[in-house]
């Protein structure tokens, strides 16, 4: 890796953006001269987080429109955090303009737009890494971390989800300018798939000796935004007789070419407490998480008792991810936890050694494209659609990836000795 300081822009600073843009400021190596939203506040909100973070070290310029950032600003990169389906278009514009490019996580509308992002970024030769965090939770880096030491044996299905209570976030999009509003009324599918997947998809080496071969989804009947509407501003309000075309709970279902199977459940419209549903089986044992970030395990011949669950805590202080281990002696930074710190240096770390990244384009069109999958399968009753092959073939026989700290294929013990 060098060590030389990048020029990084910075797109969409609403909520989420504000978030990141704190914590990207914190990342050793990086400066932000440009920021950008479409919402003139915003734009300049953008200007004073990095002010307030700097203390007026370097100007910062402010957008409206991130093309005019891409042409008046020399960026090294750039980092993404607009709605679901203005982020391909935005990282495909920044490759084309030089940049190295990350962005927030969504599903894509159509496979087109899946494929102009591998197209892209393999004629540019540009990072475009799509920034699932979950990839860096602690839990999931623990178990993944128990996965390749072959706790679990050998996998043969994993689930996950995201079952998160967003009613009010989704029905006010209008009034609080946010962007999940249209896919909801509009969209009928899983709109949301990268949380568990990302892990899902490392864990079993999705893109690398393995694939998606097919996805089959159902949604049931849409109900909970009109009921949240309801209770929250009566019949006057505009969108009370709105029929929103997504189910409240869509689940999916995907073959892999080794045989595993993987199960998602897409589920914001439910009042219900949040969980991401993370669950492993494997030929020795199983892990799962109904409660968020309270893991229960069980191992055959290594738990106390015989088909009883036990607390998962034990287990991760045993097999700790390297990366957390020296993450937390260094005081964890905040951000879901830490994990969206250690996505934005993970992807700061790519661009200082010249890529690739621990996401690459393949992960994320294959990831991002299970979205269009899904409404596709949707609309035919559940029927199985086959999922393209975005490598051409490389998955069956890929060059080495790159071992770092922030590697997601394997656990590189040896990055960590020097810093341990
Ligand atoms: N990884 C996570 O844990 C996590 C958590 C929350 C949100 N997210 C994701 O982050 C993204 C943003 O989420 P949010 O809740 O802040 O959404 P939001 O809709 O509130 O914000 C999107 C922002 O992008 C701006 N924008 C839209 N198009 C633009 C364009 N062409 N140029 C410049 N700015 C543009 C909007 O004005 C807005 O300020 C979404 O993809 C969301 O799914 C991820």
Redesign the pocket.
């Known amino acids: 890796m060098n060590n030389k300081v990048l020029r990084v822009g910075f797109?969409?600073?609403?909520?989420?953006?504000?978030g990141?843009l704190e914590l990207l400021l914190q990342v050793e190596g990086v400066t932000v001269p440009a920021v950008?939203?479409?919402?003139p506040e915003?734009?300049e909100h953008g200007i004073s987080i990095v002010t307030d973070f700097t203390g007026g070290a370097y100007p910062v310029h402010g957008?409206?429109?991130?093309r005019e950032m891409l042409a008046a600003e020399k960026l090294d990169a750039v980092v993404?955090?607009?709605?679901?389906i203005?982020?391909s278009?935005?990282a495909i514009d920044a490759m084309n303009a030089g940049c190295d490019v990350a962005?927030?996580?969504?599903g894509a509308a159509s496979l087109q737009e899946c494929w102009d992002l591998v197209r892209t970024s393999e004629r540019t030769g540009k990072i475009c890494m799509l920034?699932?965090?979950?990839c860096y939770a602690r839990n999931e880096m623990a178990v993944f971390n128990m996965i390749r030491r072959g706790v679990f044996g050998e996998i043969t299905h994993m689930e996950g989800g995201y079952r998160h209570n967003l009613r009010e976030?989704i029905c006010l999009?209008r009034e609080?300018?946010?962007?999940?509003l249209a896919n909801f009324r509009r969209r009928n599918g899983e709109l949301?798939p990268t949380?568990q997947l990302g892990p899902i998809a490392k864990a079993l080496s999705i893109n690398r000796g393995n694939r998606f071969l097919t996805v089959n989804s159902i949604s049931s009947k849409s109900r909970g935004l009109h009921e949240w509407i309801k209770q929250n501003r009566g019949e006057d309000y505009d969108l009370f007789a709105e029929h929103f075309n997504c189910g409240d709970v869509t689940t999916t279902m995907i073959a892999c070419a080794n045989g595993e199977t993987i199960l998602l459940n897409h589920d914001c419209c439910t009042p219900r407490p949040y969980s991401r549903d993370y669950c492993v089986e494997g030929t020795k044992g199983i892990y799962t998480e109904p409660e968020d970030g309270r893991g229960k395990i069980y191992i055959d011949g290594l738990s106390a008792e015989e088909d009883e669950w036990e607390d998962f805590t034990p287990w991760r202080q045993k097999y700790e991810h390297p990366l957390w281990r020296l993450y937390e002696a260094g005081g964890i930074k905040a951000g879901?936890g830490g994990?969206?710190y250690l996505?934005l240096s993970a992807f700061i770390d790519a661009v200082q050694s010249g890529g690739p990244a621990p996401i690459d384009v393949y992960d994320t069109a294959a990831w991002m494209a299970i979205t269009c999958l899904s409404e596709q399968s949707v609309a035919m009753g559940g029927a199985p659609v086959p999922v393209p092959d975005f490598t051409d073939g490389r998955w069956i026989d890929r060059e080495p990836f790159r071992r770092s700290m922030y590697c997601l294929e394997e656990v590189c013990d040896e990055c960590f000795e020097e810093k341990s």
């Open positions: 797109v969409g600073v609403s909520g989420r953006g504000s990141m950008c939203d479409v919402v915003r734009s957008y409206l429109d991130y993404c955090c607009t709605t679901w203005t982020h278009r935005i962005f927030e996580v969504g920034m699932e965090n979950c976030e999009g609080n300018i946010h962007g999940r949301y949380h879901h994990m969206d996505i």
